[in-house]
């Protein structure tokens, strides 16, 4: 048997997170078995699918390196085979036409909630001559529902899960306007596309018990099912915008890698021992569904961050210079050239320890492209004392002369500092904000080594008032 996963969002909103973990469970399990790894837009739903939110599922999953393996299935391009499977059924005698009127639902509904049932349709029409139809009315065509005994899921996450029968109703699988409903289009689509294990939120767990009268009615194998727990906030309750980023391009555009998203998201319910970090090679080889836990997961923004930070120091540093690039070019104001893209690059090696995400390494590296007069952080500005003016004059002239290697640098500062008679911090911290506008920044030869002398000498004089 050949693996075949799928990934099978809505398209009415973003891609949540609980969704990009849900395409990488399925993903991760079709590699491990070297099986195909698909994607279904299930966008049945036309008063609320858009074609902005397809594209931007695509795009999220682009990002995640999570593209699938065929090009994507659009449900609603298969009605005329969903419809096609519920007029077999119904010419089976497996489901029937059903005349009952808005109204007449309406009051079976209110009727069940005054008696504290469920609300569920009582089957009038299941075995009524169709004859006896009342005139203007379209019929829905429902699936007759195994009235006694029970039905089994054995859940490759949840283990065995039973219903008895007499829980379930006919549920509608046509519309009276010959569109199917989405359980019924979710099974077909399946079932055609040869999927062999259905991987998704648990939050599906009491659909699949409905699905299950379809596949049996048409005589198919069911696929394996496997129901994940859902991710909650640090607070136990849904994943919601109030807890923080819940869409996965907001991660992106947070500066976050999508190896350490993907990393992080495989450890929400997924464990081998004692590992944390797991690349993307690594996990296609341990994951298996026995190690998905059934309860549900809690999304911790401060432990995604400190994984984003090993991944950014395990980049390759031209790459990581590429990235920052990328997102200082794309901020307004700021413009620069080959000589700016060089800074950039020399003082990366010293900013991948300190920054979490490519944004935090992009604001550390910003005063390399920045142009003179500088914008001066308020804390920076007041470093800039009349006093330190008059020194960074006399460093500037200090400096000229002094080798431009950075070891070499670190040694002048400090011979100065001696001559001078002051500590080294008296000079590195007004130097600083000279150099950066700010009093956060890398180390400060390395700063004066990325700018070059003429324009750390440059800025040290613009700072001074010259």
């Known amino acids: 048997m050949t693996v075949r996963t799928r990934f099978a969002p809505s398209p009415t909103g973003y891609l949540h997170i609980g969704g990009a973990r849900t395409a990488l469970f399925n993903f991760l399990f079709a590699r491990h078995h070297g099986g195909k790894y698909l994607l279904r837009i299930e966008d049945t739903d036309r008063a609320r699918s858009t074609p902005e939110a397809v594209r931007q599922i695509i795009e999220s999953l682009e990002w995640l390196g999570l593209s699938p393996d065929e090009p994507p299935v659009m449900q609603t391009a298969r009605e005329a085979r969903h419809a096609e499977v519920a007029r077999e059924l119904l010419a089976q005698g497996k489901a029937y036409s059903c005349y009952t009127t808005p109204e007449e639902l309406a009051e079976m509904r209110e009727t069940a909630m005054k008696e504290g049932r469920p609300p569920r349709y009582d089957g009038r029409w299941r075995d009524r001559d169709p004859a006896e139809a009342p005139a203007g009315v379209k019929p829905v065509i429902r699936i007759k529902a195994p009235r006694e005994g029970e039905t089994v899921i054995h859940d490759l996450v949840q283990g065995e899960v039973r219903v008895q029968n007499s829980e379930l109703d006919d549920m509608v699988i046509l519309r009276s306007d010959g569109t199917p409903t989405y359980l019924h289009a979710v099974v077909v689509d399946d079932h055609d596309m040869d999927i062999t294990h259905v991987i998704r939120g648990d939050d599906h ?47 992106r555009d947070q500066g976050f890698l999508p190896e350490a998203v993907c990393n992080y998201l495989l450890r929400l319910g997924w464990g081998h021992g004692d590992e944390e970090f797991v690349p993307r090679e690594r996990a296609i080889e341990l994951f298996d569904l026995k190690d998905v836990g059934r309860a549900a997961s809690r999304m911790d923004y401060a432990k995604l961050t400190h994984l984003n930070a090993q991944y950014l120091r395990q980049m390759d540093p031209d790459a990581l210079a590429h990235r920052v690039l990328e997102i200082l070019a794309k901020r307004p104001s700021i413009g620069f050239g080959t000589e700016g893209a060089e800074r950039v690059q020399l003082l ?119």
């Open 205 to 251: 767990l009491t659909n699949t018990f409905r699905q299950a009268m379809i596949y049996d009615a048409m005589g198919w194998a069911r696929p394996h099912f496997a129901h994940i727990p859902l991710i909650h906030g640090a607070d136990g309750a849904k994943l919601s915008k109030r807890h923080g980023a819940v869409g996965a391009l907001e991660f």
């Open 348 to 466: 990366v090696p010293d900013i991948m320890p300190r920054a979490r995400t490519l944004n935090e390494a992009a604001d550390m590296a910003a005063f390399a492209v920045a142009n003179i007069p500088l914008p001066f952080e308020p804390k920076a500005e007041a470093l800039l004392t009349p006093e330190a003016r008059e020194r960074l004059k006399d460093l500037a002239v200090f400096l000229t002369d002094a080798p431009w290697e950075r070891a070499d640098l670190d040694k002048w500062l400090r011979d100065y500092a001696d001559v001078k008679g002051v500590k080294l911090g008296a000079i590195a911290q007004p130097l600083r904000a000279a150099l950066t506008g700010s009093t956060q920044s890398p180390p400060i030869d390395a700063v004066l080594f990325a700018l070059g002398r003429g324009e750390a000498v440059s800025r040290m004089l613009a700072a001074a008032g010259e």
